[in-house]
């Protein structure tokens, strides 16, 4: 979606956007990089100030530039505050979480599923349900009343 850019009032006294944008924005972008301490978010971060400039027909009256560092400045303490949030969040929740597995642990699990059903296979029939039962520490009472007869 396009949105149209603010036009030059008859006097030239409106700044354009590209004129403001070229001027300021690696300024605005490196003071925003300062408080928030990624580079690449700050830069989107600058860009968002310019769009809402440009969408502020009142902020395009004489101090433009001041609004643009304020608009910045107020945009980069919001995003440094959703940063400290995110990571007390993070850091509260870590352990009721789980934590994605590692290709090694993958591995590891596949390992030992496989050695499993290997020693299951050469068990017989019988044998290798009562250890399947035990190791799910399953309640013989509970089997025998489920219709487990031969157990």
């Not at 956007?17 to 300062?34: K, N, S, T």
């Not at 990571?87 to 352990?95: C, H």
């Amino acid at each position: 979606m396009s949105l149209p850019l603010p036009e030059e009032s008859h006097h030239g006294s409106l700044p354009r956007l590209d004129d403001l944008f070229a001027a300021h924005y690696e300024c605005v972008a490196r003071v925003i990089g300062r408080v928030i301490h990624d580079q690449a978010r700050a830069e989107e971060i600058a860009v968002d100030v310019f769009l809402k400039w440009s969408r502020n027909p009142r902020a395009h009256r004489n101090g433009a530039e001041g609004w643009i560092y304020r608009a910045a400045a107020r945009e980069a303490l919001d995003e440094w505050r959703r940063q400290a949030r995110r990571y007390r969040f993070a850091r509260i929740f870590a352990p009721f979480l789980p934590t994605p597995r590692t290709p090694e642990q993958f591995y590891a699990a596949e390992s030992e599923q496989r050695n499993v059903r290997t020693v299951l296979a050469a068990l017989q029939g019988r044998m290798a349900s009562l250890l399947l039962f035990w190791a799910e520490a399953t309640n013989w009472r509970r089997m025998r009343a489920g219709g487990h007869r031969s157990l």
